[in-house]
């Protein structure tokens, strides 16, 4: 005789249980360890943020990045963790970081099949006023290992999987392929990511904008005319509100989550925009698109572009499928 193991109601799956799961249509080969082990980097990281401030982790490291940036020291810490933990995976071939000038070969040794592309502290402005920040990734699969920088110029549509972790209220995880989009939370307790919201939509209501207003003297004239016809909206009842975190990747998932729309584009201050298409726009685009939501650079997907080169600039807006197409409206009508 045998009896059924009854499950405690709020029995939870962790990210490793939950990977092992779906081995075998979503995490083939080693993607399942890749994601495991982005998985520990994200911990180790969130462990750095945790202690901003009580550690020598606040400020800058005095250098500045090839973004022409101030370096912060957990910009520093976050990309040394995120690259020797992908190195030491055996699953990537190489990886491209928007701190280093350069893209990174992994030693044929320890190479794997995959490339990533990071940025593995967006939304540094927010470190010392202890605000949401987070790392960002998307995945390539490679035939061969790289050996020209062109081959790590692909276009963000032959990602096979992009996501995100946030240091937030809480530590979040959130990863997605082609098909579906999932969230785990962490249990500092256990320190196990813990599936939390799976199957992610992105609501298709429009509740939300974010874009840092204070750029309107350099936008083009339709983000003007966008401005004013989305407040128009809020004539009679508050339907719309802003809501701009300035870690685009924090904006990105309160949006997914409660249905916003992130923008910012080419301004006559960032002629080819600010945000970076390889380690940004990209995979926030494929996670936006998985989760039902949309992007654009203005006249299309960021995913159809073909990158000339690695830090390259773009604009962008991605969430709510209605405001893109509203966006792209607008675009086009100043031609
Ligand atoms: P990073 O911290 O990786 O350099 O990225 C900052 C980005 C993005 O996270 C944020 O939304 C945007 O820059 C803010 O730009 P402004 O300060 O120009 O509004
Ligand atoms: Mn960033
Ligand atoms: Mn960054």
């Not at 101030?70 to 963790?81: F, P, S």
Request: glycine share 8%.
């Amino acid at each position: 005789m045998s009896r059924e193991i009854p499950l405690p109601r709020d029995a939870q799956i962790t990210l490793t249980q939950h990977i092992l799961r779906h081995q075998s249509e979503r995490f083939r080969g080693s993607l399942s360890t890749l994601i495991t082990q982005i998985g520990v980097a994200a911990k180790v990281i969130a462990a750095q943020v945790r202690r901003a401030g009580i550690i020598e982790v606040w400020g800058q490291t005095g250098e500045v990045n090839v973004q022409g940036e101030e370096v912060q020291r957990l910009d520093e810490i976050a990309n040394d963790t995120f690259m020797s933990v992908l190195e030491q995976s055996g699953c990537v071939a190489a990886m491209a970081s928007e701190e280093e000038d350069d893209w990174l070969k992994v030693p044929e040794a320890i190479a794997g099949e995959y490339l990533v592309v990071f940025d593995p502290l967006d939304g540094s402005s927010n470190i010392e006023v202890s605000t949401s920040i987070g790392t960002i990734f998307g995945i390539y699969a490679c035939s061969s290992p790289p050996q020209e920088e062109r081959e790590v110029l692909l276009p963000g549509r032959e990602m096979v999987g992009a996501g995100y972790v946030i240091y937030g209220s809480s530590t979040v995880f959130v990863y997605a392929d082609q098909t579906r989009v999932d969230c785990f939370t962490l249990d500092p307790v256990v320190g196990e990511f813990l599936l939390s919201r799976p199957n992610l939509r992105m609501p298709t209501k429009l509740g939300m904008i974010s874009v840092n207003e204070f750029n309107e003297p350099y936008w083009p004239e339709w983000m003007g005319a966008l401005m004013a016809e989305l407040k128009e909206r809020n004539r009679d009842e508050r339907v719309i509100t802003g809501r701009h975190i300035g870690s685009l990747v924090a904006d990105f998932h309160r949006n997914l989550i409660k249905g916003g729309a992130y923008l910012y584009p080419v301004d006559s201050h960032n002629k080819r925009g600010k945000l970076r298409l390889l380690y940004e726009c990209n995979p926030l685009a494929f996670i936006s698109r998985a989760a039902g939501g949309s992007d654009t650079w203005g006249a299309g997907s960021v995913l159809e572009l073909h990158p000339t080169s690695l830090h390259q600039r773009t604009g962008f807006a991605v969430g709510v499928k209605e405001a893109i197409e509203l966006v792209e409206r607008h675009y086009k009508r100043e031609g």
